[in-house]
């Protein structure tokens, strides 16, 4: 038992600090992840979460995504950037934005 007013304040207050805080949100939400290398050498990337969508973009190993929140059935949804261009001046807002089968990415958080 703490018998140091003093120190009883800190470790209250340490207490109170650490379950106001939220849990850290899931790393795969904000980490820059690659698209894997496939026999093909493309990837694709969709409008929709369905094999049969529209492309939006052919993506190729190296590429940069981030992986997004939202999944259905096997895809997820990702920002995506060529491979460096996210780095360029400008670069981070010139992603685009569709669904990919989450095998074919480096789910890297």
Do not use: H, Q
């Not at 800190?10 to 899931?26: G, H, N, Q």
Request: charged letters at 25%; proline letters at 6%; glycine letters at 8%.
């Amino acid at each position: 038992m703490i018998t140091n007013p003093a120190a009883r304040l800190t470790v209250v207050l340490f207490l109170a600090v650490a379950l106001a805080t939220p849990a850290a949100s899931p790393a795969r939400a904000t980490a820059f992840c690659e698209v894997v290398e496939t026999p093909d050498g493309v990837v694709a990337l969709r409008e929709a979460p369905d094999a049969a969508a529209p492309l939006v973009e052919e993506m190729r190993a190296g590429d940069e995504v981030m992986v997004l929140p939202e999944k259905s059935g096997a895809f997820v949804r990702v920002r995506f950037w060529r491979a460096g261009e996210r780095l360029e001046d400008g670069g981070f807002e010139r992603y685009r934005i569709g669904w990919v089968e989450e095998r074919l990415v480096d789910l890297c958080g």
